[in-house]
């Protein structure tokens, strides 16, 4: 995935590259560009998926997350993640810096 956003991004004047969509977070230099993935908001684990199936009232909702309770069933890191939102920042220095903040998961509460 990184070595594709290079690319798309190959020859332009690119200091950062934000992305999402994994849930995962990343933050990383590649040749002088920052690439970050701030996570998730959202952190679909176990207990957030049965609270959700509890508390679903479609019936597409409840199968689309029996389906992802069965695969964390059988994959269980792919479900091992926290919430984060992140920040990124210009300094003085005109240098990018980029942070995580997590945040607590309103499901387990």
């Known amino acids: 995935m990184q070595a594709d956003l290079l690319k798309l991004f190959e020859g332009e004047r690119v200091q950062a590259i934000l992305f999402g969509h994994w849930h995962r977070v990343y933050c990383a230099q590649h040749d002088g ?4 993935n701030p996570g998730a908001v959202y952190a679909m684990t176990p207990e957030s998926l049965r609270w ?3 508390h679903s009232p479609s019936l ?3 199968l689309f997350l029996a ?3 069965r695969r964390a069933a059988r994959q269980p890191e792919c479900y091992q993640f926290e919430p984060t939102v992140g ?3 210009i300094g003085p220095d005109a240098q990018l810096r980029a942070e995580v903040k ?3 998961d309103v499901h387990s509460r």
């Not at 560009?33 to 970050?36: A, Q, V």
């Open 33 to 36: 560009i920052l690439l970050f």
């Open 52 to 54: 959700q199936l509890a």
């Open 60 to 62: 597409l909702r409840a």
């Open 67 to 69: 389906r992802h309770l």
């Open 87 to 89: 920040v990124l920042s």
């Open 102 to 104: 997590r945040l607590p």
